[in-house]
C-alpha cells in the first residue's frame, strides 16, 4: 500500500482525501502548489465541510509529525523540520503569532508554545512572559518565530530589536536564543543564517 501511495500524483493523492472533483478544482484555484493548498485556508466555494476537515486533519498530522521528530532529535541536526513545522504551524495564519520552541540541553524540543497572539501587522511580545515560559519548561535554549500575514518575511528593525532584547533577557537565566524564524507564505527567513543573532 506505502508504495502504491507514494505513486500516486498530487491531483490522485488529493483526490483520496476530497475526492478527485474537488480536488482537480483544489488544486488548479492553488496554481498546482500543493504548499499553497496545505498552507492557506480552503477557498470558500470548496469549503464543503467534509473537504475542509480532511484537510485540516492532513495539515495537523503532518504537524505532529514534525513536532515528535523535533522532541526525539537535537534540531540543530535537522533544521528543515524545524522550518517544515514553523511553515504548517504559521503560514496560513491572518494574524500576527509569536511561537517560541523550549529546548532541553540536547536541542531537542521540550515544548512549542504560541505565546503572543496579534493583529495583521503586528504583536506585542513581552520579554519578561518568554523568560517567565523558559524556566517553567527550564529550557536551556530557545527557538523564536513568528509569521508575517503580508507574505514578506524580511525582518524589520522591530524584529532585530526584539530578538536582541530577548537574546539578552534569556542569557540571565541561560537560555539561549538559537534562532529566530519569520514565516511568510512558503517562505522561511533565519536570523542565524542572515547574521543577525
Known amino acids: 500500500m506505502r508504495s502504491t501511495i507514494q505513486s500516486l500524483s498530487d491531483a490522485d493523492l488529493l483526490g483520496v482525501l476530497v475526492g478527485p472533483r474537488t480536488a482537480a ?30 484537510l485540516q486533519a492532513a495539515r495537523e498530522l503532518v504537524r505532529r509529525s514534525l513536532a515528535e521528530q523535533m522532541q526525539q532529535r537535537d534540531v540543530l541536526a535537522s533544521p528543515q523540520a524545524v522550518r517544515d513545522y514553523l511553515r504548517v504551524a504559521l503560514a496560513r495564519l491572518e494574524h500576527e503569532v509569536f511561537m517560541t520552541l523550549f529546548l532541553d540541553a540536547q536541542n531537542r524540543v521540550i515544548a ?38 503580508s507574505g514578506v518575511a524580511e525582518p524589520s528593525r522591530a524584529d532585530e530589536f526584539l530578538t536582541q532584547t530577548l ?6 537565566v541561560d537560555a539561549r536564543v538559537l534562532d529566530h524564524f519569520i514565516v511568510a507564505g512558503n517562505g522561511v527567513v533565519s536570523f542565524a543564517e542572515r547574521g543577525l543573532l
Open 25 to 54: 478544482h483544489l488544486l488548479k484555484d492553488a496554481s498546482g502548489s500543493l504548499a499553497q493548498l496545505l498552507h492557506e485556508p480552503v477557498p470558500a466555494v470548496y469549503a464543503q465541510p467534509r473537504a475542509a476537515s480532511k
Open 112 to 149: 512549542a508554545e504560541e505565546l503572543f497572539r496579534g493583529t495583521l501587522t503586528q504583536t506585542s511580545v513581552y520579554p519578561r512572559e518568554v523568560v517567565k515560559r523558559a524556566l517553567v519548561h527550564n529550557a536551556a535554549a530557545v527557538i523564536l518565530a513568528h509569521n508575517h500575514p
Open 167 to 172: 537574546r539578552q533577557s534569556l542569557s540571565l
